[in-house]
């Protein structure tokens, strides 16, 4: 008996550590690379941006950037829709090779927009079109003036380009994160990141 119960120990000893090291079901496969007879994983990281609010002297300079940052977040969810509508409308014209097809495809697009966002859009702030015009060069790579062109014309594009001088503002604005639109991109990014 005694012998019974030390051989049910030593099997009970022998397995269960065996257990302790099998691998589960909840395994992750990942990528890896030898280097010098080691195995070492790759792990990819997403891209981590780290803001601080911006530092303010004065009064004046807080109002400015507080207004900058609401003006930004009220267009932003514009300038992404018209990113994603360019994309949506370029596939569209590529497949289209008939001239007068694509100027239908167009004049329908631009009443839709119209009825959707028209009162919405003519509601902005001055301030807030000349910074709509800068995100949405932002999201499309191109120009307002660019898209106006490459969809209606030259002529159709020099001539809101003119109507948008008379009231101050430039079609041809391109977006610049590096230096005049930094402080632009820093309020993006943040919105993008959820942190404002």
Same mark, same amino acid.
Request: hydrophobic share 35%; charged share 35%; aromatic share 10%.
């Given at each position: 008996m005694i012998i019974m119960k030390r051989f049910i120990y030593i099997l #009970?000893?022998?397995? #269960?550590? =065996?257990? *302790? #090291?099998?691998?589960?079901?909840?395994?992750v496969v990942v990528y890896? @690379?030898?280097?010098?007879?080691?195995?070492?994983?790759?792990?990819? =990281?997403k891209e981590v941006y780290i803001f601080s609010y911006k530092v303010v002297?004065?009064? @004046?300079?807080?109002? @400015? !950037?507080?207004?900058?940052?609401?003006?930004?977040?009220?267009? !932003?969810? !514009?300038?992404k829709l018209a990113g994603l509508? !360019?994309? $949506?409308y370029e596939e569209i014209l590529i497949n289209t090779?008939?001239?007068k097809e694509r100027k239908k495809i167009m004049k329908k697009a631009e009443d839709e927009l119209k009825e959707e966002y028209g009162e919405d859009l003519k509601k902005l702030t001055f301030s807030q079109g000349k910074i709509l015009i800068k =995100?949405?060069? @932002? $999201?499309?790579g191109n120009s307002s003036y660019e898209m106006v062109q490459d969809f209606r014309g030259r002529f159709v594009a020099f001539w809101w380009q003119a109507f948008a001088k008379i009231f101050g503002y430039n079609l041809k604005t391109d977006y610049d994160p590096e230096g005049?639109?930094? $402080? *632009?991109?820093? *309020?993006?990014?943040? *919105?993008?990141?959820?942190?404002i």
């Open positions: #009970f000893i022998s397995i #269960f550590p =065996l257990s *302790i #090291f099998a691998q589960g079901k909840d395994s890896a @690379r030898v280097v010098d007879g080691d195995t070492l994983p790759i792990i990819p =990281l002297k004065n009064k @004046r300079q807080a109002k @400015r !950037y507080s207004k900058l940052v609401r003006n930004v977040k009220k267009v !932003y969810p !514009y300038a509508k !360019y994309r $949506e090779p008939d001239k =995100l949405i060069s @932002r $999201e499309t005049e639109d930094q $402080e *632009i991109e820093w *309020i993006v990014r943040m *919105i993008e990141n959820g942190q």
